[in-house]
């Protein structure tokens, strides 16, 4: 293959680390609001991977500014103190669950980061492009999955409701869109990388460079 398309290869597996990133810092994951009519106020949760971030919003009588508490954040789930998130008795499930997408998105940028290594190995000579190319589609891959994985269960607690306060008024939030784009950028980068290597391993120039691969006889 190219450098040329290493280039461009490094350059993708960069945004899926960034959007990566993205995802695993913030707290909108899901983010859920429920509105109380009757004290005139509403209940503001953000879910991040390891955290969430609560806060309460009073409607001032007469129409004025609303009186908006300062988010307080803690860790989530917690499964230290079984009285917060019940992770040793009924959200036994949903824990362990949440705690996999955390784990799993890390390992996804575990992965991005080695293809990026992998890559800048590879490109040293000419015939490591060669053959690189297997290696650095299959860590894509590898990365892409588990990302697919962490947006998979994050939407299936919601959908199911696992959660207790994942009910009508909870969404998905931009950090899942972060996520989403990686894995689908990622899943892209895949297939162009091996198309693009099977096609010079052929030796079509546009694949190859100029000096394409000549099979050997035997």
């Not at 309460?56 to 908006?68: A, R």
């Not at 891959?141 to 299936?156: E, P, R, T």
């Not at 998905?172 to 391993?201: C, H, M």
Request: charged share 20%; with cysteine.
């Amino acid at each position: 293959m190219r450098k040329t398309s290493y280039a461009l290869t490094a350059f993708a597996v960069c945004c899926t680390l960034v959007f990566t990133i993205l995802a695993l810092t913030r707290n909108d994951w899901i983010v859920a609001k429920y509105q109380s009519d009757a004290l005139n106020s509403s209940y503001e949760a953000f879910y991040g991977l390891h955290t969430v971030c609560e806060r309460l919003v009073i409607q001032m009588p007469g129409g004025g500014p609303p009186l908006v508490d300062k988010l307080k954040c803690r860790r989530f789930p917690d499964a230290r103190d079984k009285d917060i998130d019940q992770c040793k008795d009924e959200n036994r499930f949903f824990c362990a669950a949440w705690t996999s997408a955390g784990y799993a998105v890390e390992l996804a940028i575990g992965f991005g980061a080695l293809s990026l290594a992998t890559i800048a190995i590879g490109v040293s000579t000419r015939s490591r492009r060669r053959r690189i190319w297997r290696a650095v589609a299959g860590i894509v891959i590898l990365q892409s999955v588990f990302q697919l994985v962490a947006f998979a269960l994050v939407v299936d607690m919601l959908r199911t409701s696992r959660f207790p306060t994942f009910v009508e008024d909870a969404k998905l939030g931009p950090a899942l869109v972060f996520d989403a784009v990686a894995w689908v950028v990622g899943i892209l980068t895949a297939i162009s990388v091996i198309s693009t290597g099977i096609a010079a391993d052929k030796g079509h120039r546009w694949a190859a460079g100029h000096r394409a691969y000549e099979p050997i006889d035997g």
